[in-house]
C-alpha cells in the first residue's frame, strides 16, 4: 500500500480539498503545544492532530509530512481488517487476499491523501464489522 501511495506521487504544499483546517491544527499544536480548534473543521479530530503534530516535530511542516502521518493510520487499518478476517475463521491466505483487495481498491487509497474524517464510511464499516466479529467465538485454525 505504501509503494503505491508513493508511486502515485501525492505531493502537494498546499490544502486538498478541506484538509488546510485539519493541517493549519496540527501546526498550531506542534509549535504551541495547545489545540485551538478553528471552527473550519465540523469534527474534533484529537487523535489525528496529535498524531500529525509529532510528525511535524520530526520531519517539519509540510502539508506532505501531514498527509504521511496519516499513511500509518491507514496501514493500522489494512493490519486490522486481516487479523480481523482471520477472527472470523477465514484462513490465512484468504484474508490477506480480502485485505489487499480491499486496500489496493481507488477508495481505500484516496484515503490517506485525504484529510482523516471520522465520519468516512469505509472506516465506520470497518469498526463495526471488528465489532460484530469480535462477538464470535474465537477457534484457531
Excluded at 501511495?5 to 498546499?14: D, G, K
Excluded at 504521511?68 to 480481523?84: G, N
Excluded at 475463521?89 to 487476499?97: C, L, P, Q, V, Y
Excluded at 480480502?98 to 487509497?109: D, E, M, N, Q, R
Amino acid at each position: 500500500m505504501l509503494l503505491c501511495e508513493l508511486i502515485a506521487r501525492p505531493y502537494a504544499n498546499m490544502g486538498i480539498c478541506d484538509d488546510g483546517p485539519y493541517i493549519l491544527m496540527a501546526r498550531t499544536l506542534a509549535t504551541t503545544g495547545h489545540i485551538v480548534y478553528n471552527g473550519w473543521a465540523a469534527p474534533m479530530m484529537t487523535f489525528q492532530i496529535y498524531l500529525a503534530a509529532a510528525f511535524i516535530k520530526l520531519f517539519g511542516f509540510s502539508y506532505t509530512t501531514v498527509r504521511m502521518s496519516t499513511l500509518l493510520v491507514a496501514m493500522a487499518l489494512a493490519f486490522a481488517l486481516q487479523r480481523t478476517l482471520v477472527r472470523a475463521n477465514i484462513n490465512e491466505r484468504n484474508a490477506t487476499i480480502g485485505t489487499l483487495a480491499l486496500v489496493l481498491s481507488p477508495p481505500y487509497l484516496e484515503l490517506p491523501l485525504a484529510r482523516p474524517n471520522p465520519r468516512n464510511p469505509l472506516r465506520c464499516s470497518l469498526h463495526h464489522r471488528l465489532k460484530a466479529v469480535r462477538s464470535i467465538p474465537f477457534t484457531p485454525s
